[in-house]
T-cell receptor, first 113, second 114 residues
């Protein structure tokens, strides 16, 4: 099935550093979403992007919807220990004739205090 | 607002056995989704309901998986018979109208098939 290519797969950083991750696809999406998943929990929505070129912030998080509608990135500034987890991008669009939400493989973020 | 409720949280079964998962979506959410998340991967959609009708089940292995949402509220997902490769977390999500900003996920059921 359709895959989103998310990178990097994992990151090991020091507390206070900035983080950047991105997602690319061969298909066009109408909406890009970024989720965070903690161990034993379901994904929680962080940011939603609805227009190509849109740049949206949520506290220390900033995400952009690529102009081509085939990519998106997420930045986290001044990381703190509670940012640890797995971050997923997801694209919402019409695939094989139906509206579908497709997830990337995830970026596992580890923070050294 | 209560979240999406799922049960059980964990299940261990032997291959070829049957198993069922239950999901109660957020009140008023017409759209319900079941996702399969294999360890180290992102969630993959298995089936999407709009009220009690199936909107998309193109990635549901219908020879062994079935799902229903009889009254348009809660839903069950069944696997019969289970295979080793079915070991995964099964996530249920709901949304008000199928629009992106309304997706809310439950905590999932972790299935281990031995």
């Amino acid at each position: 099935g359709q895959q989103l290519n998310q990178s990097p797969q994992s990151m090991f950083i020091q507390e206070g550093e900035d983080v950047s991750m991105n997602c690319t696809s061969s298909s066009i999406f109408n909406t890009w979403l970024w989720y965070k998943q903690d161990p034993g929990e379901g994904p929680v929505l962080l940011i939603a992007l609805y227009k190509a070129g849109e740049l949206t912030s949520n506290g220390r998080l900033t995400a952009q919807f690529g102009i081509t509608r085939k990519d998106s990135f997420l930045n986290i500034s001044a990381s703190i220990p509670s940012d640890v987890g797995i971050y997923f991008c997801a694209g919402l669009g019409v695939l094989q004739g139906a509206q579908k939400l497709v997830f990337g493989q995830g970026t596992r973020l580890t923070i050294n205090p | 607002e209560a979240g999406v409720a799922q049960s059980p949280r964990y299940k261990i079964i032997e291959k070829r056995q049957s198993v069922a998962f239950w999901c109660n979506p957020i009140s008023g959410h017409a759209t319900l989704y079941w996702y399969q998340q294999i360890l180290g991967q992102g969630p993959k959609l298995l089936i999407q309901f709009q009220n009690n009708g199936v909107v998309d089940d193109s990635q549901l292995p219908k020879d062994r998986f079935s799902a229903e949402r009889l009254k348009g509220v809660d839903s069950t997902l069944k696997i019969q018979p289970a295979k080793l490769e079915d070991s995964a977390v099964y996530l249920c999500a709901s949304s008000f109208s199928g629009r992106s900003y309304g997706y809310t996920f439950g905590s999932g059921t972790r299935l281990t098939v031995v």
